[in-house]
């Protein structure tokens, strides 16, 4: 399996507060990507990054911001909580070009009440 | 628009019999397509890649098929652990994801 290791792996927030998920991954890939995944919709990119101090936007990016200070951490913040950011998110990685093959982590169950 | 079309929604298969999970797709510029198995709760583990059209992958009891407008995921002769979703992605100058096949095998 791919080192990437996301955390937490559950977490239950209230609307409004700000919600941080960390990405881990020990292969040194340049590429990370945070997805969520939600019936009826597949898996959406949120946010994408190509390096250190290098991101960019994906399709569904309102209301979420990333860092990425080390090649090995892809953070994810969600500003201000909403109902409808309630999801499950999935962090990747890729070795080569942006849309390669990615490997995925084990994903964070997030619920907002 | 680009978009990734799966079929069917769901499948349930008798140990042993084979079948075919298909993915369709309308996009711009194909720079790849990959399939991917899920486990409930868990993250997609890569299966393939294919490139272009006429090119085949096999793994176990997969294979994988692609032609200019759809890819195929054969499965041969299936075991109750082969039971997971899968999920196809097209890679134009994004990666867009199909909602999946789920897959239940039962003896």
């Known amino acids: 399996d791919a080192g990437i290791t996301q955390s937490p792996r559950h977490k239950v927030t209230e609307t409004g507060t700000p919600v941080t998920l960390r990405c881990h991954q020990t292969?040194?890939?340049?590429?990370m990507y945070w997805y969520r995944q939600d019936p009826g919709h597949g898996l959406r990119l949120i946010h994408y990054?190509?390096?250190?101090?290098?991101?960019d936007k994906g399709e569904v990016s309102d209301g979420y911001s990333v860092s990425r200070s080390k090649t090995e951490d892809f953070l994810l913040t969600l500003e201000s909580a909403t109902s409808s950011q309630t999801s499950v998110y999935f962090c990747?990685?890729?070795?080569?070009?942006?849309?390669?093959?990615?490997?995925f982590g084990q994903g964070t169950r997030l619920t907002v009440v | 628009e680009d978009q990734v079309t799966q079929s069917p929604e769901a499948l349930r298969l008798q140990e042993g019999e084979s079948s075919s999970l298909n993915c369709s797709y309308t996009v711009s510029g194909l720079r790849g397509l990959f399939w991917y198995r899920q486990d409930p709760g868990k993250g997609p583990e890569f299966l393939f890649t294919?490139?272009?059209a006429g090119e085949e992958k096999e793994k176990e009891r997969l294979k994988a098929t692609l032609t200019k407008k759809e890819s195929f995921l054969h499965i041969t002769a299936p075991k109750p652990e082969d039971s997971a979703t899968y999920l196809c992605?097209?890679?134009?100058?994004?990666?867009?994801f199909g909602t999946g096949t789920r897959l239940q095998v039962f003896p």
């Open positions: 294919l490139y272009s």
């Open positions: 992605a097209v890679n134009t100058d994004k990666l867009i």
């Open positions: 990747a990685i890729s070795e080569f070009a942006e849309n390669t093959e990615a490997f």
């Open positions: 292969e040194n890939h340049r590429y």
């Open positions: 990054s190509y390096g250190v101090k290098d991101t």
